[in-house]
């Protein structure tokens, strides 16, 4: 089976639509990783559904972005986009990391790091101020910042793509909502998910998700902001190797 890929679905004159109401941009749901902790358990959960579909299912790809695919085999895959300048990726670890200006943060933290973990974002230098500008993926009419996570399950293993971040402008939903249901269906998960301000007010948001036998998609119009969302793809083993290494190596940093 060739991997399933999200096309583009709209003309790029549609990207980055403004929002209109510039007091929505103040309340801050959730820090970055903290919104990204809560779509990852959203993806486990997902991932848990998969137990009746069929393994042999090719994981989901994003425009040449193969889930499972090595780190190595990544950095060989030309970026989408057409940029000015060189695109880079730039991982978690290098010295380049230092100067990545991301909207999505790469770095890792040492249970991390110690669990496998890298992730990786592409960029290109800004030679006045010697930084790496986080590039905006096309996807669906509109453009988000890519996060690809990487996991190496064992000493002697490569890292492999666990799951791809896009954080993308709460008012294309509904674009990506369409374009994902024209490629992969009726969305196996439409719910309204809670969420709640920095001052304690609750309000709920769209979350719909995607299931084959080896992975999942989850698309949230709200996360980390009120005019953010987040879209997560997510491999089935790797994602749950992860975070059972993550959580093994959260208990014995506990108890040191």
Known sequence: ???????????????????????????????????????????????????????QDAPFALRGFQLGATLEEIRRVRYPDEHKSPIELVCSGEPKAKKFGAETPIETS????????????????????????????????SQGYLLLEFFRNGPNEPHRLSQIRIKIQSASFD????????????????????????????????????????????LQKHAGRIDEGILLYAHKALSLASGDRLKANKKVDDKL
């Open 1 to 55: 089976m060739r991997p399933t890929e999200l096309a583009e679905h709209s003309s790029p004159s549609r990207f980055a639509r403004p929002i209109a109401e510039p007091w929505i941009r103040e309340p801050q749901l959730r820090t970055e990783r903290a919104a990204c902790r809560v779509l990852t358990t959203v993806a486990l959960s997902l991932i848990a559904m998969t137990a009746s579909a069929p393994a």
């Open 110 to 141: 040492k249970i991390e790091l110690q669990a496998g973990l890298r992730r990786c974002a592409y960029g290109w230098k800004h030679n006045v101020f010697d930084t790496y500008i986080q590039s905006r993926l096309v996807i669906g009419g």
């Open 175 to 218: 674009d990506l909502e369409r374009a994902l249901t024209e490629r992969y269906g009726t969305p196996t998960i439409s719910e309204q998910a809670t969420l709640r301000t920095g001052i304690g007010i609750e309000f709920t948001s769209p979350l719909l998700g995607w299931v084959n036998g080896t992975s999942s998609i989850a």
